[in-house]
């Protein structure tokens, strides 16, 4: 069976440092792989995803996320944090119209 | 383009009260789907619908819970007896079978108390 281990459950920065949110999958066929942000009492926003085509994806407010096969990773990363960063972030895997989620990070952003 | 919606937004029940939840999902999509969210945990998937029908239930969806899409549009959960361990965020995804990744877009959740 498929899931996702997001390391970190409490992620802190101060405005304007890098963002890293990590994300490891186990999938026993290439998985499509997904983040999305939770603002609180909201629901999910797709950030962006992976579907076998470039290694490095683009999303929404400036994050990005490379697949990494050999390390069966994901990685969510922005290099300037912003207050309205604040949020909780999940990467999720999609295999055969079954989707799991990580157990989420909560990212904090210091003024 | 309207988004995925959600009816109510927030409901507090008494233990042993029945609920009933709506979804309005994305209007070109035919797939539907529940997951149930609960504190400091990401969405855990309870059910999902292709056009009208029913294709999946989890383990984690009791036969205190039902889940109808009736038209192949709207869909409706409904939990009977309610009980304190319910007490969550339900969210409601749609998406269109298909399309590559089948990306599925999420409303903004059904929050339930149970007393």
């Known amino acids: 069976a498929q899931s996702v281990t997001q390391l970190g459950s409490h992620v802190s920065v101060s405005e304007g440092a890098l963002v890293l949110l990590r994300c490891n999958y186990s999938?026993?066929?290439?998985?499509?792989l997904f983040w999305y942000v939770q603002y609180p009492n909201q629901g999910l926003q797709l950030l962006l995803k992976y579907t076998s085509a470039a290694t490095l994806v683009k999303g929404i407010n400036g994050f990005e996320a490379e697949f990494k096969k050999s390390e069966t990773s994901f990685h969510l990363t922005k290099p300037s944090a912003h207050m309205s960063d604040a949020a909780e972030y999940f990467c999720a895997v999609l295999n055969n119209n079954d989707m799991r989620f990580g157990a989420g990070t909560r990212l904090t952003v210091k003024p | 383009d309207t988004g995925v919606s959600q009816d109510p937004r927030h409901k507090i029940t008494k233990r042993g009260q029945n609920v009933t939840f709506r979804c309005d999902p994305i209007s070109e999509h035919n797939r539907l789907y529940w997951y149930r969210q609960t504190l400091g945990q990401g969405p855990e998937f309870l059910t999902y619908f292709q056009n009208e029908a029913q294709l999946e239930k989890s383990r984690l969806l009791s036969d205190r819970f039902s889940a109808e899409r009736p038209k192949g549009s709207f869909s409706t959960l409904e939990i009977q007896r309610t009980e304190q361990g319910d007490s969550a965020m339900y969210l409601c995804?749609?998406?269109?079978?298909?399309?590559?990744?089948?990306?599925?877009?999420f409303g903004p959740g059904t929050r339930l108390t149970v007393l």
């Open positions: 999938s026993s066929v290439p998985p499509y």
């Open positions: 995804a749609s998406s269109l079978a298909g399309a590559k990744a089948d990306t599925q877009y």
